[in-house]
Structure formats: structure tokens, C-alpha cells
């Protein structure tokens, strides 16, 4: 833990003071934000998927605060909104914060948001000091960070690593068969400029993400600030068993063969294996099952399933992912069925740059707050910016560690705070390396 009685002089006075953030503008925005909600009822939680009525709703207000507040407003082919605060020396490569506004059926009103909301406050923050910094600073509104409507996450921030090729947009489709090509055109996004989305090393000098935590660990320690060191890296995979259907009744015991039964022994293995691990960042899911024919009193033809396994470290996470494909295949074999594995995706971990957790602590110390290091189990926009950009993260408690849900909250003190760290890190940033 980062200790608030740090001894002063242990840290570097580059950051200048900046007035503290609004707990009140960041309240109102998140609030007024949360109002573009297809969810009939508020107590069911929040729906805002990409592209629909909500969705662009709140991007129109996002960009009407961000004019507000002075801001520069970019926008590119594929969505992500750019709110640009000038500096001195424009032709440095700037710096960026900025989350995503898109949810999950039925979430919280902070994921994602908290991190655009803070942004256009630091930049507020910052402007209002009247303190120069060189170095343009951006707060971006990336495109569906979610996979709710495309099944595939971070598409904004895919298409500025250069990781999701303009042909590609054809063949991404929504579940009613539209693709993201057709509903891009149809909402007048120019796609002849989709090369210049794309950025290069050396075209960001940082990033700095604000982002609730989603898991409960400030929140129990009562601790205000985590600085994340590391994102876990993801492994996607979907298995599919294939067996014989049957009566539930008539076919007899010895005689089955049930894609149903394997999964469930597949599943178990997963969890032993996870829990064998001594590594405490080591996780396995299974989140998404789809049985076919699905009716109570029919032996399943086929089951389809979702396994996701996160890790800090690549060498665990590839053991695991190894020992479980080849004990599924045994499971099945000895079943007399069959089954397809496809790794869909198989991530590393992503490491944030010491200079930006640096700043990130420098920011901490001189505000007098206290800090956790921490490792993200989550995905976030930043691990597709550290392509081309060196990454960092801040955490602000979440109750109970619970996200994804209607009981998902954020207490706006610890998000003021938040922003207060934001800020004198992004103007920190602003003003380094200077030549």
C-alpha cells in the first residue's frame, strides 16, 4: 500500500496543483447519462447497446459536455469520440484518458461511464487552472466496448491497433443479421477514412484509464485508489460435444450418450484445475451453454459451451488451457462422443508502463490519498491501446465487488477522488518529455 504519510521528498514536485474535481457535475453526468436506457423497468438495471436509440443519445449528450467544457470534438469512422483539450505544443504526440458508454443487458450505470465522466471532468479541471501543458490531452469515448450486440469486444479500440481490417466490418453481424458495415453507412460514418483511425507507436505518448474496479477488494479495505500493474490476459474457447439423442425415459442407462453429461465433467475439471493452482489470479468460466434440442425430456443431440480463462501470468494460464483440452478429449472419448474445440481468442498479459503507474503514484502521494497496487481481471480498452501506446489504469472502489448487475454502485466521493488523481496525472503527463 502506498502510504498517505509518505515522506514528501521521496516524491517528485513536477505535479502542479490543480482544483479539485465536482462530486456534483460527476454525479449529474453519470445520472443523466444512465436516463438513455432501453431497460422497461429502472430496477432491472441498464441497457444501452451500440448503435441504438440510447446508445446515440448519450453519445450526442457526451459530446454536447464536451462542448461544454471547451473541448475540441473529433470523431471517427467507426465511432470513437475524441474531446481534445489544446496545448502549447500541439505537434507532441498527446495524451489520453477515456472509457466507453456502452453496457451489458442489465448493468450498473458506472462500468465504462465513470471513466468518460471523470475524463471530461480532469479536462474541466485542468482548463479551469489556467496551468499550460504542452502536450494535447484527449478524453475519447471508445466504440462498444462490450460484445452485447456484435459478440466481439472493443471494437474502437481494435480498429486503432490496426486489429480489425475495414473488410472485416462486412462480416460482423448483430443477431438480427445486420452488419456493422451496413449500420455504419446507414448512420452517414464515411468509411474511406478507416486507414486513419489506425495509430502507430509513438502516436500516443500515454494513456490513462479511469475505471471502476469490479471486484471487492478496495471496497473491503476501504481504500480509495488501486494502481493497476497488470491485465490479466484472456483466453476465449468454445467446445462443442456431439452424441445421440434420445428419450429421457426409454433409452436405456448403459446406453447413452449424453454431450450434457461430458460438459458437466469437463466443467468440474476446469474448477479443479483452477483451484489446484496456487496462482490467485488464475480463473475459469463457463458463461454460456446452448443445448440442442434444449427440451426437459430429451437427451441432447449437441451442446455448445463458453470457457473463459484469465491469468496474470501466460505460463500458468497456457498449462491450464493444455491440461483441460486434453482431458476433454479423454472425457468424451471414454463417452463414445466427439467434440470441437476452437480457441476463439488467446491474449497475453498486458503489463502497464512504469512511467504512467509512476505518475499515477506521484498523483496519489501529492494528494495526500492511499493506493493499492493491483491486477485487473477485467478487460478494458487499454489492453488494445498498449499496442501502440504505454498504458496505465486507475481504480476506484466498487461495492461489493459487484459489476455487470443493477446492483452495480460506486461511491461519488471515491470517483471525485478518482478524478482528483486523474487529473494531476494527466497534466503530469501533458508536460513530460518535453524536448
Known sequence: MIDKHIQKENIMNNITKLPAASRVNIEQDIDNINNFNSTPNPGEGTTRILFTNEEIGARNYVKKRMEET??????????????????????????????????????????????????????????????????????????????????????GSHAMAGKLPVENLSNILDDEGKSLNEILLNLGYDLSTY???????????????????????????????????????????????????????????????????????????????IYRSGEPYLVGTVGKVTVNPNASNVIAKEVTFSVDIRDRNLHTKDKVIAD??????????????????????????????PMVTSAIT?????????????????????????????????????????????EEWSDFEDLRKGTDVLAATLHNLANSNIH
Not at 472509457?99 to 462500468?111: M, R
Not at 470441437?340 to 498486458?350: G, K, L
Open 70 to 155: 471547451g473541448l475540441q470534438i473529433v470523431e471517427d469512422c467507426i465511432g470513437n469520440i475524441h474531446g481534445v483539450l489544446p496545448g502549447t505544443r500541439s505537434e507532441l504526440a498527446p495524451v489520453w484518458t477515456g472509457s466507453h458508454i456502452d453496457t451489458v443487458n442489465n448493468a450498473g450505470k458506472f462500468d465504462g461511464m465513470a471513466g468518460v465522466v471523470a475524463g471530461i471532468e480532469a479536462l474541466r479541471v485542468i482548463k479551469k487552472s489556467g496551468h499550460d501543458h504542452a502536450r494535447n490531452i484527449e478524453v475519447i469515448v471508445f466504440t462498444s466496448e462490450e460484445p452485447t450486440r456484435f459478440g466481439i469486444w472493443g471494437i
Open 195 to 273: 486507414a486513419e483511425i489506425e495509430r502507430k507507436k509513438g502516436d500516443v505518448h500515454a494513456f490513462v484509464e479511469l475505471h471502476i474496479e469490479q471486484a471487492p477488494i478496495l471496497d473491503r479495505k476501504k481504500v480509495p485508489i488501486g494502481i493497476v500493474e497488470t491485465i490479466c490476459g484472456l483466453t476465449a474457447i468454445q467446445m462443442r460435444i456431439s452424441g445421440v439423442q434420445g428419450h429421457a425415459g426409454g433409452t436405456p442407462k448403459y446406453e447413452r450418450f449424453d454431450p450434457v453429461m461430458a460438459m458437466s465433467e469437463i466443467c468440474l475439471y476446469l474448477e479443479s484445475l
Open 324 to 353: 483441460l483440452t486434453a482431458q476433454a478429449q479423454n472425457i468424451v472419448k471414454s463417452r463414445g462422443l466427439h467434440i470441437d474445440i476452437d480457441i476463439i481468442t488467446h491474449d497475453a498479459p498486458v503489463q502497464c508502463s
Open 362 to 406: 506521484e498523483a496519489v502521494a501529492k494528494l495526500d490519498y492511499t493506493a493499492l497496487p493491483m491486477v485487473s481481471g477485467a478487460f478494458h480498452d487499454a489492453v488494445m491501446v498498449a499496442d501502440f501506446a504505454p498504458i496505465g489504469m486507475i481504480f476506484v472502489p466498487c461495492k461489493e465487488g459487484i459489476s455487470h448487475s443493477p
